[in-house]
T-cell receptor, first 111, second 112 residues
């Protein structure tokens, strides 16, 4: 069975600080992994995806994530947080035609 | 750009009513999905469809049904709405050869 664990339902950083959102997954097959972002009262927007090519994946808005098979992790990072990054972030793993989402991490950015 | 639209952004219904949530995508995607989103629980899959008239149950299908008569349209039906179905409902689509899902803006349903 697939599952996704996001550590920390709320993360707060200061503007300009490093953003680190954690995601660990369990998968019985090599996974496809995704990070999505959701702004208030909107749907989910793809930030980046890992599809078994390069282990360091760059996405939109300066975000990137590194696939670490030995740690079954796919943590999301951004070197310098911006106020506009405040949103909820979801990690997801794909198995065949189904996606499994984590419970989400709300990122708060303090001025 | 892929566009997924949902018929309503906000909906208020009474207990026992039959509720239809509509989703339309414009990218000729084979796969369409319905999720509900609740705080602290992330997204949970209700049903998905991989072709016209084809459907499969997701993780929480109880109390819901779906219909896909045309490739671009996927409907979620609450046969008899209950208060525990108050939630945000998200529709998504994905091409047969694509990886990611594309999401609609969501419908916030309140059942009173």
């Amino acid at each position: 069975a697939q599952s996704v664990t996001q550590l920390g339902s709320h993360v707060s950083v200061s503007e300009g600080a490093l953003v680190l959102l954690r995601c660990n997954y369990s998968s019985s097959v090599p996974p496809y992994l995704f990070w999505y972002v959701q702004y208030p009262n909107q749907g989910l927007q793809l930030l980046l995806k890992y599809t078994s090519a390069a282990t360091l994946v760059k996405g939109i808005n300066g975000f990137e994530a590194e696939f670490k098979k030995s740690e079954t992790s796919f943590h999301l990072t951004k070197p310098s947080a911006h106020m506009s990054d405040a949103a909820e972030y979801f990690c997801a793993v794909q198995n065949f035609n189904k996606f499994y989402f984590g419970s989400g991490t709300k990122l708060n950015v303090k001025p | 750009d892929v566009k997924v639209t949902q018929s309503s952004r906000y909906l208020v219904k009474r207990t026992g009513e039959k509720v239809f949530l509509e989703c339309v995508q414009d990218m000729d995607h084979e796969n369409m999905f319905w999720y509900r989103q609740d705080p602290g629980l992330g997204l949970r899959l209700i049903y998905f469809s991989y072709d016209v008239k084809m459907k499969e149950k997701g993780d929480i299908p109880e109390g819901y049904s779906v219909s896909r008569e045309k490739k671009e349209r996927f409907s979620l039906i609450l046969e008899s709405a209950s208060t525990n179905q108050t939630s945000m409902y998200l529709c998504a689509s994905r091409g047969a050869k694509g990886y990611e899902q594309y999401f609609g803006p969501g419908t916030r349903l309140t059942v009173t």
